[in-house]
């Protein structure tokens, strides 16, 4: 599955995108944040607990209890804030 990330979770992690493969207990996208959160500093730092992260599944917003099967891509937003 490839994984995008953007703007300063990008810039945290120290990778624009990434291909992996997922272990069989990752069904939701509240699964794949702690998954990814336990692959190593950088990423538990972009994507600390109770941060609000903005996730794309093939380019449409998601809910953090969205089922990831059959997904192409996953994107990784920071909020997003406006003025």
Not at 22 to 48: F, I, K, M
Not at 59 to 64: D, L, P, R, S
Request: proline share 6%.
């Amino acid at each position: 599955m490839k994984l995008a990330y953007f703007a300063s979770i990008r810039e945290r992690i120290g990778v624009a995108e990434e291909t992996v493969s997922l272990p069989a207990g990752v069904t939701t996208v509240s699964d794949l944040l702690r998954w990814l959160e336990c692959r190593g500093d950088n990423y538990y730092h972009a994507l600390q607990p109770g941060e609000l992260v903005r996730v794309a599944i093939d380019h449409q917003h998601v809910q953090q209890d969205t089922p990831i099967a059959g997904a192409t891509e996953i994107g990784f937003f920071p909020p997003m804030t406006g003025g």
